[in-house]
């Protein structure tokens, strides 16, 4: 008599190749963020300089030209983020099953089908639509705020 209720669960297994390419990704997104980090500091001293100087049209519009760039970045960040996660929410959706047979990842996962899936997939949608909205609104907030200060 066998129950095939309790059958063992299919598992999509973990790519090898997939655990170093994210290890270096991190590592190359941690080098980045730290010399951006040091770039804006020295941006912030020159500015402050001017400040000091006297010279405060130029530490405006230096400043302005920084806080935009930040806002920029902020919105491509956003909006790659978003496209990332709504690529394999999609991917999701068309096979009705999570992970997608594409998917490569970093530890074994047991894959979900069906409607569970098909579930995960609209979350995953509906993430991929919230990093981009936020971002964008947030960047363009950031750059309206900008220009009303500039009133002052």
Do not use: C
């Given at each position: 008599m066998s129950d095939d209720n309790h059958a063992a669960p299919r598992i999509h297994p973990a790519d090898p190749l997939?655990?170093?390419?994210?290890?270096?990704?991190?590592?190359?997104?941690?080098?980045?963020?730290?010399?951006?980090?040091?770039?804006?500091q020295?941006?912030?001293?020159?500015?402050?300089?001017?400040?000091?100087?006297?010279?405060?049209?130029?530490a405006t519009q230096r400043f302005l030209i920084l806080a935009r760039a930040l806002l920029g970045l902020l919105a491509i960040l956003g909006v790659a983020a978003g496209a990332?996660?709504?690529?394999g929410a999609l991917a999701v959706?068309?096979?009705?099953?999570?992970?997608?047979?594409r998917a490569r990842l970093?530890?074994?996962?047991?894959i979900i089908e069906g409607d569970r899936a098909t579930r995960m997939g609209r979350l995953g949608l509906l993430l991929a639509a919230a990093f981009i909205i936020v971002s964008i609104a947030g960047a363009a907030y950031g750059w309206v705020m900008l220009e009303l200060s500039q009133g002052w």
């Open positions: 997939e655990r170093k390419r994210t290890l270096w990704i991190l590592l190359a997104v941690f080098a980045l963020g730290l010399v951006m980090m040091i770039v804006l020295r941006q912030l001293e020159s500015i402050r300089g001017w400040l000091n100087a006297g010279d405060i049209e130029l990332v996660v709504g690529h959706l068309r096979e009705r099953r999570y992970p997608h047979s970093i530890r074994d996962r047991e």
